[in-house]
Nanobody, 126 residues
Framework: VQLQASGGGLVQTGGSLRLSCAAS????????IAWFRQAPGKERSFVAG????????YYTDSVKGRFTISRDNAKNTWNLQMNSLKPEDTAVYYC????????????????????WGQGTQVTVSS
């Protein structure tokens, strides 16, 4: 599976961006899809994730209520709607997918993901 992330850019504090991740093949219902990010000087970390079949959506605490992960299985894409952006959201954002159906704890583990997109830069100015 090849992933192509897009939608990053420069935005002011309080603004919005919508990231998209296009997959080269259709995810089955057992897949887990996610977004991670890596800020300058920091390790890559979990942002949001969900099963391709729908159901519970998981978020890191710092983005709850501001970010929304969604999927369009018919188009082989999933999105991250980011609202009320803050300077601390500045990072390179990566989409990822795994053929495993992950749960609340493992969905946050980078090592569980088989495939990664190339990353898209999000910069939030103060």
């Amino acid at each position: 599976v090849q992933l192509q992330a897009s939608g990053g850019g420069l935005v002011q504090t309080g603004g919005s961006l919508r990231l998209s991740c296009a997959a080269s093949e259709r995810a089955t219902n057992s897949y887990t899809i996610a977004w991670f990010r890596q800020a300058p000087g920091k390790e890559r970390s979990f942002v949001a994730g969900t099963r391709s079949s729908g159901g519970t959506k998981y978020y890191t605490d710092s983005v709850k209520g501001r970010f929304t992960i969604s999927r369009d299985n018919a188009k082989n894409t999933w999105n991250l709607q980011m609202n009320s952006l803050k300077p601390e959201d500045t990072a390179v954002y990566y989409c990822a997918v795994t053929t495993r159906g992950l749960i609340a704890t493992t969905i946050r583990w980078q090592t569980e993901y088989n495939y990664w997109g190339q990353g898209t830069q999000v910069t939030v100015s103060s």
